[in-house]
């Protein structure tokens, strides 16, 4: 006769875990049948491994199509992870029974699927109502996580007390995964097992009992007919803060770092060896936390306890003791130990016999070889381009990122090393290894998957602003085959472009890759030539592209020719920049063109040179006219006014003109520009429009009047002290390079 004991317990609970671990030790099962997918079956030979370090998730994803995935993570403190080393210790048997999740991924429509379906009813909840509990996670460490005498009676009452609460399960996923168990069950008693041990969720406990079991029949009718789709297994790195409620994965734990220290920790050194860690978080940001501060809390976490009635101290009043000697009542350094002990901040670690996708393994020997840990915790990494190990690095992250493997996040750099400087800030999430695996669908190594990703949005790309974008991409990563891919593309797809905002948009990317190749040693002839098409191309249908746009298509045709004009300066070249110029001046010049686009076309004139001063005054004042509606004479001038104030500070004129014809407005005219003209002057800075409004009020008394500087005498050097003077220009000729006279 088989002896089957069903330890019912709460995923990833301590208590639960020492309770599996003391009933292991008395029952000496022949074979423990674990709660879990069967395809976890092929893993179990790694965990015993000691580079496989928990936390870790036995992850299954579908071959074909790896985002449906799903996550079964293990902690140092599951009860799982302790039943599947015990057994592993002590040569037993492991089985994994559960829905399999080659037909639970086969019926899952989200990208992730969660490591347990949701329930009807919640018997953790009535429990703890029943108790007199109004948190259920209270009662439970109350009634099993603080309890260390659990045994095989202890499960035994547990299973008595669920089956009260759970009720009956209609035919639903649940009923569904507990017929897959049974299954399970009923195998290992036919294979002649002497003591089967049953480590499962409580929930599940009463219906895994075989002296409930119900006739082979309705379980079979429950398992026949599903989906199926073809999986593989893995394990894959996971992190303290996954195994949090708040990660979304529902493991069940909002204090992942608490439990751990509970579970490692001698019993009388818990709340002391806590306080001491508390502390030393604290002084690690140089906040004030000594000794005796630390003997004050432990005795304070004690006494809440008994005050309260529990069997020993919690996470609850570790918190409030804490927060009353340690930080003084402050709730903001209680976040910093919140987040480092509390949830935690380890990230598991896998070996690398590990199955895995030949694209992980090459990713994982590259890691290794550039000295880029993984790690749950956000870092930044500045690095130089010049030196060969970190362009390295910069290239693998971009690569990364073309394959959707976000492990770093590009954030500002400073200005200390202009385009030889790069900053990251990495972080390694579990679902990244999705990532991976999904991405292997590219190539076996991270440069071929990045090409052929590449290559394959360039075939696919809607229009040229994808594939100039691609172009950078390229460059960025270094991949010359990709770049090849791109630019072939571009080049058809600038011949047959007619939309010369379009062209427009690809101008800049184009002028970068060009520009900055050669800090990466990319070649970039082809580029180059593709960047002369389409300026000369783009340059032809300006003018007619900026006839008859609305204010919405003008506002994205004035964004394309800022764009492109940024592009062309940022290159430099006389066969970009005539063409270039001759259509500007031609747009500029033509009065009938949306205000945002002439107005910013003739700002960028007078900016380079192509514009006098003179001539520009008198196309504002023609814009400005009587006779121009107010919106579109408006629109003018935003365009013309955008970017530094000092135009106008330095020229009277101009500020004249504009002053003029706000004054002419009518009372009806003026409500409809001011918040028009209120929008293109809050641009600049306070300490410009400060200064504009100054140089107004000056305006208007006449100090500035050409009658009155002609009265003003000129500058002469007779009132210069040349002597007290000469420190300030020996100083100024040394930063400028300048030889100094004695």
Known sequence: MTQVEVLGVRHHGPGSARSV?????????????????????????????????????????????????????????????????????????????????????????????????GRRVDPITALASAAG????????????????????????????????????????????????????????????????????GAYHAPALDPASFPPVSRDNALTSKLPRIKVAATWAPWSSERLSYASGYGAGVRSPGWYHHLFVTPDDDVVPSW???????????????????????TRLAGALAAVRGRPSVGLAEL????????????????????RTLVIGEELGRVPESTPMVPLAGDLARQQKSLRLKASATSTVVQLDLRRESQLARSVLLHRLAVLDVPWGTQVEAGRTMGTFKEAWELEWTPELAVAVIEASLYGTTVRTAAESRIAEEAREAADLGVLGRLIEECLLADLPEGLRAVVAALAERTAKQHDTRALLETVEPLARTCRYGDVRGVDVADVTHVLQTVVVRASVGLRAACSSLDDDSAAAMRTAVEAAHRGVALVDRDD?????????????????????????VNRLLLDG????????????????????????????????????ALLLI????????????????????????????RRTFSRYQPAERRLLGTHLRDLATGRHSGAERRLQPSPTTDSLDLDRAAPAIAAVARLLGMEVAS
């Open 21 to 117: 671990a003391r009933a292991l030790d008395e029952l000496q099962p022949d074979v423990v049948v674990i709660e879990g997918p069967p395809e976890l079956d092929a893993l179990v030979p790694l965990a015993a491994d000691p580079d496989l370090v928990p936390p870790v998730a036995g992850l299954v994803y579908a071959v074909d199509e790896p985002r449906r995935a799903a996550f079964y993570p293990f902690a140092v403190f599951s009860p799982e992870w302790v039943a599947l080393r015990w057994a592993l210790d002590h040569g037993v048997d492991v089985r994994f029974a559960d829905l399999p999740a080659t037909h639970h991924l086969a019926d899952s429509d989200t990208e992730e699927a969660p490591r347990r379906p």
């Open 609 to 644: 040179g192509l514009l006098t001063h003179d001539e520009a005054a008198a196309r504002l004042s023609r814009r400005l006219s009587p006779g121009t509606p107010a919106p579109a004479a408006a629109a003018w001038l935003d365009g013309f006014l955008t970017g530094e």
């Open 133 to 200: 509990y109004d948190d259920p996670e209270r009662w439970w460490e109350d009634a099993v996580e603080h309890r260390r005498t659990s045994s095989l009676t202890h499960f035994a009452h547990l299973r008595e007390a669920m089956l009260g609460v759970r009720g009956d399960l209609e035919v639903d996923d649940d009923a569904r995964r507990e017929a897959f168990m049974r299954k399970v069950i009923r195998a290992e008693m036919r294979a002649g097992r002497e003591r089967v041990a049953v480590v499962c």
């Open 650 to 677: 330095h020229g009277d004129d101009l500020l004249s003109i504009i002053d003029e014809w706000l004054v002419g407005a009518t009372e009806e005219s003026f409500e409809d520009l001011l918040p028009l003209v």
């Open 576 to 600: 970009l920049r005539e063409p270039w110029s001759e259509a500007l001046v031609t747009v500029g010049r033509d009065e009938v063109i949306h205000g945002a686009v002439a107005g910013r």
């Open 319 to 338: 918190t409030d003791a804490a927060r009353a000697v340690l930080t003084e009542g402050a709730d903001l350094p209680l976040r910093l130990v919140d």
């Open 275 to 297: 306080f001491v860690r508390v502390a030393r978080t604290l002084r690690s940001e140089n906040l004030d936390a000594s000794t005796a501060s630390v003997v004050e809390a």
